[in-house]
């Protein structure tokens, strides 16, 4: 008999570490995109060494790089990006902060980015987040009438979190953003709702002092275990992910990837079978351990980042290659993104321009017949959560070139611009039924354009947007058409 495991292994390490000390709130929450910049911008001037392509991104992992940052040696755009961040930080060691959000859109936001931050039509929100000396928390509500899938009342984003030693230990259900990306990440991103758990990652980035190890660099580690809805093909199974990313140079910047969705009603939950999703050895007949094939859906990313400076730019490229299945112990039948920005200022304003292209028909490139992407034969939920991807916006047998374009200014305002092109559902096969299946549910290919403004005015910021689409996009029951519009306002302590 095997006995059944609710939590994973190095869970139970957490309470053998020391405790240490929370100095700040723990992390950089993904929609940070005006932060995001100001982040890249140290990092591409080697002002912050950590890797910064994990989000959440830790406090923890770049605050010394902050506060040893000397200004004589920065240029004035480059001290712009400093003063800014270092704001941030000292708000984030507030005891107490609080934030409001009231939103309202033409239509639900179903094609979403690192920025957005709204998912229904009309939203309101208040977080209280509580800095202790060993604990952080927050506690976030939000209320989503007519939500499109039917939870008007939300936590995400509530978490209670401590330090033991080098690492923070969370509880909550926490949005996450893996890889280089702007538009979207195709392993996880904050597409979905984020799936409530538990996670463990490390607060510094210090490279190893071995010299068998040192030449990665400075490096972060984040797990998780969380836990998805009952209203599945396979009721309440598990997501697992872990991501590591590495610093080798400081113009590179190299992630490591994997998730897994494992366990759940009906389903083997004992510790070979958990063995077996962590170690990828997906493929092989498990009969013997469980009764039951196949013990978990998963997919392994990996992705990098190269920055290099032209004509005093700031510019880099960066790639992401998500394996769908698995050959001879490697991701295969791959999707691909990839991207090239650049940063420079004028005057006072500061300008990044992200050209991105994603394609999420797993294979098209191999030469054999494309799979269809996040989904399972036993798992036929696939690769989402209550209804959305978890990872890539326009889910799966997708393409899009899209064009962001942000200026920032020194009062705090930010102009952008989005341009896109979408092909969605190529196939226009793999809709979404009583489980599984994409939510875009015509084959369809769109222009999207949008211009977003926002203001800030003390404590508040005042966003405004609009948005035209040139082709109707279905999504569930929902049309998207035309040209809409989006209007917050949100209330931040100083």
Not at 429 to 444: A, H, T, V, Y
């Amino acid at each position: 008999m095997h006995r059944t495991i609710q939590t994973p292994f190095w869970w139970l390490l957490l309470l053998f570490l020391p405790l240490g000390t929370v100095q700040a709130a723990p992390w950089v929450d993904p929609g940070e995109e005006q932060l995001r910049h100001h982040v890249q911008v140290l990092a591409d001037a080697g002002v912050i060494s950590a890797p910064i392509t994990t989000w959440p991104l830790s406090w923890g992992a770049i605050a010394t790089d902050l506060e040893l940052a000397g200004e004589s040696r920065l240029n004035a755009s480059e001290q712009w990006s400093l003063a800014y961040v270092k704001f941030y930080l000292h708000r984030a060691r507030n005891r107490f902060n609080l934030y409001a959000r009231a939103g309202a859109a033409a239509d639900p936001v179903v094609i979403r980015d690192f920025a957005s931050d709204q998912r229904e039509q009309y939203e309101m929100q208040g977080q209280l987040d509580w800095t202790g000396d060993q604990l952080a928390a927050r506690l976030a509500l939000t209320w989503a009438p007519d939500a499109t899938d039917g939870k008007d009342y939300r936590f995400d984003g509530s978490y209670v979190s401590g330090l033991l030693g080098n690492w923070a230990v969370t509880a909550g259900a926490i949005d996450r953003w893996w890889g280089p990306s702007w538009q979207s990440s195709l392993i996880l991103s904050n597409n979905a709702r984020p799936v409530p758990g538990v996670s463990l990652h490390r607060q510094g980035s210090q490279a190893f002092e071995t010299p068998w190890l040192s030449w990665i660099g400075p490096w972060t580690l984040t797990m998780f275990a969380g836990q998805l809805e009952s209203d599945r093909a396979v009721p309440n199974a598990k997501l697992l992910g872990a991501r590591l990313a590495i610093k080798p140079l400081s113009s590179l910047e190299l992630g490591f990837s994997r998730t897994a969705q494992w366990g759940g009603d009906g389903r083997p939950q004992d510790w070979d079978s958990f063995w077996n999703a962590t170690i990828g050895n997906d493929n092989r007949d498990t009969e013997e351990v469980s009764g039951i094939n196949d013990p978990s859906n998963q997919l392994g990313a990996v992705d990098l980042r190269w920055s290099f400076s032209v004509l005093d730019t700031q510019s880099a490229l960066y790639l992401q290659y998500v394996g769908e299945d698995e050959s001879g112990g490697f991701p295969s039948r791959g999707m691909d993104l990839a991207g090239l920005e650049t940063a420079f200022s004028t005057g006072t304003v500061f300008h990044r321009f992200a050209l991105e292209y994603a394609d999420s028909m797993a294979g098209a490139h191999s030469g054999k017949r494309p799979n269809v992407a996040y989904e399972h034969s036993t798992y036929l939920s696939g690769y989402r959560y209550y209804g959305r991807n978890m990872a890539p916006r326009l889910d799966n047998d997708s393409r899009s070139v899209s064009l962001l374009v942000d200026h920032y200014l020194t009062t705090g305002s930010q102009l952008s611009w989005r341009l896109a092109k979408l092909n969605i559902n190529r196939d226009g096969l793999n809709r979404s039924g009583d489980f599984g299946g994409s939510p875009f549910q015509i084959e369809d290919t769109a222009i999207l354009a949008e211009i977003r403004y926002s203001q800030v005015i003390k404590n508040f910021k005042v966003s405004t947007s609009v948005y035209n689409v040139d082709q109707k996009i279905q999504w569930e029951d929902e049309t998207i058409d035309g040209t809409g519009f989006g209007v917050a306002i949100e209330y931040q302590t100083r």
